[in-house]
């Protein structure tokens, strides 16, 4: 069985680091001196992280290689460098959707009404899938 891959909280709070600071390189001094860490855990968490194969080395440090949402990443989604919580995203389907649908029939045109019902929809099965997913 193929396990998922976990992360210690210093080396989630380094990942993290990487991905706001994509796709600027970063030294080992700049993490050591951010998370006020000495030398030896910097180096043991930026191994792990290239073992893993998010990070790589790249000229005098290291950048975001992949992004691979990890344990509670899962419900995150990566939009440029932000980490956008799944279910938001869900909501504001729904909530359009809901607004759409609400409005009276004669002031909305027939194609908004229909992405209304999509819209809702489209939030229903969202947040459905993200549970499902989340409870595995």
């Given amino acids: 069985m193929n396990e998922e891959p976990t992360l210690s909280e210093t080396a989630f709070r ?32 930026l191994n792990h992280l290239k073992k893993l194969g998010l990070i790589e080395n790249s000229g005098l440090g290291y950048k975001l290689k992949n992004y691979k949402p990890i344990g509670i990443l899962r419900s995150y989604i990566l939009i440029h460098k932000f980490l956008i919580p799944r279910p938001l995203i869900s909501f504001a389907f729904f909530i359009i959707g809901s607004v759409l649908l609400l409005m009276p029939i004669e002031g909305i045109p027939f194609l908004l009404k229909v992405f209304g019902y999509l819209a809702s929809i489209l939030g229903i099965v969202n947040t459905l899938y993200n549970y499902y997913r989340t409870r595995i």
């Fill in 14 to 45: 380094v990942y993290l680091f990487f991905i706001k600071n994509n796709p600027r390189e970063i030294t080992r001094a700049r993490i050591q001196e951010h998370f006020a860490l000495s030398k030896s855990t910097v180096n043991h968490h």
